[in-house]
């Protein structure tokens, strides 16, 4: 089976004031067509900055993140915008209404 997400020596820093915070050293991850996987670790551990590159809503600092095939880093808007519409789902663990469209009048959106 082809692997559906593969990460290889991934690096995550983020910029805080003067700082730099490490939140993914050197992080590998195979999941494969089909696969049930879950990610656990403490608060603080890196899981939703995992999620968040697998999820293409942020990239990372180095190392590859390849996406049903696609390598992240080489893709443009358009191309990561079809990638989010038709491959990825996510359900979260909040609702992020948004409260906008929910306004009298207009159908509800239940989440999204
Ligand atoms: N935008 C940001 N700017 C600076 N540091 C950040 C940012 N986002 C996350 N971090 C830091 O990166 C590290 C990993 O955070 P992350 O949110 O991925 O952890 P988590 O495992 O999802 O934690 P939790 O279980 O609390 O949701 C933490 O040290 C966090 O403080
Ligand atoms: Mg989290």
Redesign the pocket.
């Known amino acids: 089976m082809a692997a559906i997400v593969e990460m290889k020596d991934v690096v995550k820093d ?1 910029p ?1 004031g003067n700082t730099v ?1 490490h ?1 993914l050293r050197d992080v590998d991850l195979n999941i494969e067509a089909g696969e049930f996987a879950t990610i656990a ?1 403490p ?7 995992i999620l968040n590159l697998i999820g293409c809503i942020d990239v990372a600092t180095s190392g590859l993140v390849r996406i049903a095939g696609s390598e992240t880093v080489k893709m443009n808007d358009k191309q990561l915008t079809d990638l989010r519409l038709h491959t990825i789902g996510f359900i979260f663990q909040s609702f992020n209404l948004i409260g906008v469209l929910n306004s009298p009048g207009r159908p509800r959106v239940i989440a999204v």
């Open positions: 983020y805080l915070v939140a670790g608060s603080g551990s890196g899981k939703t900055t």
